[in-house]
């Protein structure tokens, strides 16, 4: 590892750690009604939605009607997405004459972009219409992104209010983040990447003429809109089938750079949100210490493996690290960098072959998602993930010294636990489960590209990245077969809301609580002692979890890849 290398790492948590606090400081504004430097221009815009929708600004929703409200919103996201892929063949903005997409595909896509997983059984380029991108994916990437981070406020508004049986209203808080955050950064970031030289465009897909006369056609279309939102919402569905690795969806190391920053900027801001709700901002950064802690340890695992490559590689005198599956304009470390972020945080987006990375650096990524995507997480969702965690950790401490457990002022107690343990169950019955069932069901056997543990990571990657509303694939893997389409579907749909309604629930409790003040037995929930417990807690409940499926992939490839044998 270069001392370039190092730097990119470190400028690159340094400009994330700066844009926390102002970031933090106007999206706190926003959810709160208050005046920001945008609202002469988009005030009056507001105001005529809630108009139009029959939306009262002054009243606030109890959690369950708050969650009946955003469930029932996605079902109409649902029914678009499905249907403008089903109509395809016959709406406009179609230059390539794309025909219908079928049942079990459609089903897939719309559950995936409901969900803010993003996952995708096909090729964008070669599936899907200007419309359907737009208005169909687009448009979702948008409405779900805004969801999570509208979940994350309802839960730091339980731990901020007291005796209050509201958490806000769902309508008001998803039209506050789509206009006043998501829209005029995504503006001004599609401005920026079709300078960088990424197309945006209706216009037909271009014929070219090879040096050897053959006809060539390349896709383009309106890709600067969709790219901006995918990576700022941390949805990750690419307008390309190669994702961030194609150079129209990606074209530059600066454009690289910025969109891995886009990827955690609102979800470490997110820490700075909840720090100044609950009156204490080093309550925020105490937890932007703990996602800190497991991300640089990630990060330096994944670079470490790709940049020693592997004995294969020495022995054919390869010695420059693992360069299988990464583009030449983005390198090892930046290549390294991005599967880390793009994992850690619920994006999805992958500018390079997960699957062609060493046994150890591909299981880094694995992990990420394995944890629950807690590290900066997906817009919002990693916020109420690891808020879910810090329940149980101050549990645990609360069991070490005898005390009912405290946290920012709220006594966490059985209710709060069971909820908290209920929603983080989710992910191993629905990532296990299925692997399961996709390592023995004939068909899906078939699907699998390598034999052996490589093959089995294919598997276990694919129900992951579902199960956790991640998107990213392992590659090598047929995933657009009937039985993946719906198993996976099955997986997102339950990984995504079986969570956010325990998760609903705790801030419903917490809300109504009374906030009691700091005694000399609180446990401090700012400094080095509880930021380790809440690592502890979140690796050893991942590794009594899924480290048998974990030694059954990755590990065990990386010992035979030690010893000469390759899958």
């Not at 970031?23 to 005030?43: A, C, D, H, I, K």
Request: charged share 10%.
């Amino acid at each position: 590892m270069t001392m370039i290398g190092w730097l990119q790492i470190i400028l690159f948590c340094a400009i994330i750690v700066a844009l926390a606090k102002p970031l933090g400081g106007y999206m706190t504004r926003v959810f709160n009604g208050e005046r920001t430097f945008l609202s002469p221009v988009l005030r009056p815009i507001e105001a005529g939605i809630y108009r139009i929708s029959g939306v009262d600004e002054k009243r606030e929703q109890h959690w369950l009607t708050y969650t009946v409200a955003m469930l029932l919103f996605h079902v109409g996201g649902f029914l678009i997405i499905y249907g403008v892929m089903r109509l395809q063949a016959v709406l406009p903005f179609n230059p390539a004459g794309q025909g219908a997409v079928a049942e079990d595909l459609s089903f897939n896509t719309a559950v995936s972009f409901i969900t803010n997983t993003n996952w995708q059984n096909y090729g964008g380029e070669s599936t899907l219409s200007y419309l359907v991108q737009m208005l169909g994916l687009t448009h979702q990437n948008f409405l779900s992104a805004a969801t999570g981070i509208a979940l994350a406020m309802a839960l730091i508004r339980g731990f901020s209010r007291a005796s209050m049986r509201t958490v806000g209203n769902f309508w008001i808080d998803v039209t506050r983040c789509t206009l006043y955050v998501l829209l005029p950064i995504c503006v001004v970031y599609a401005l920026f990447l079709v300078w960088q030289g990424m197309p945006q465009t209706l216009g037909p897909y271009i014929e070219a003429t090879t040096l050897e006369g053959a006809k060539q056609t390349i896709a383009v279309g309106p890709v600067a809109s969709q790219v901006a939102i995918k990576m700022l919402g941390t949805n990750g569905g690419g307008f390309f089938n190669a994702n961030a690795a194609h150079p129209f969806e990606n074209p530059t190391a600066l454009s690289n750079f910025v969109q891995m920053l886009s990827i955690f900027a609102l979800g470490a801001a997110l820490t700075n949100v909840f720090g100044r709700m609950v009156g204490n901002q080093r309550q925020g950064w105490a937890i932007l210490s703990v996602m800190g802690v497991l991300f640089l340890a990630g990060v330096a695992i994944t670079c470490w493996a790709e940049a020693n490559g592997t004995a294969t590689l020495h022995a054919l005198g390869l010695t420059g690290g693992n360069m299988e599956g990464k583009e030449v304009r983005f390198g090892i470390i930046a290549s390294s960098l991005f599967a880390v972020v793009t994992t850690a945080a619920s994006c999805g987006a992958v500018n390079a072959m997960h699957d062609s990375f060493t046994a150890l650096g591909g299981m880094i990524p694995l992990i990420n998602m394995e944890l629950g995507e807690i590290i900066v997480g997906g817009v919002g969702a990693g916020m109420y993930g690891m808020l879910l965690f810090v329940i149980l950790a101050i549990f645990v401490a609360g069991l070490m010294v005898g005390r009912t457990p405290e946290y920012v002022g709220k006594k966490i107690e059985a209710r709060e636990v069971k909820m908290a343990m209920l929603a983080i169950l989710v992910l191993p019955l629905m990532i296990l489960g299925w692997t399961a069932v996709g390592v023995v069901y004939p068909t899906a056997v078939a699907s699998m590209a390598n034999a052996g543990p490589h093959g089995f990571t294919e598997v276990l990657y694919a129900f992951t990245s579902a199960a956790g509303n991640n998107g990213s694939a392992f590659a090598g893997l047929t995933g657009n077969t009937f039985f993946y389409n719906l198993t996976l579907a099955s997986a997102m749909f339950v990984g995504r809301f079986f969570m956010i309604v325990p998760a609903m629930a705790i801030a419903g409790s917490l809300a109504e609580k009374k906030s009691i003040p700091a005694s000399v037995g609180t446990f401090p929930t700012t400094g080095g002692l509880f930021v380790g417990l809440v690592v502890g807690v979140i690796l050893i409940m991942g590794g009594l979890t899924f480290f048998p499926a974990l030694a059954l992939g990755p590990i065990v490839e990386h010992l035979a890849m030690n010893a000469g044998n390759l899958f």
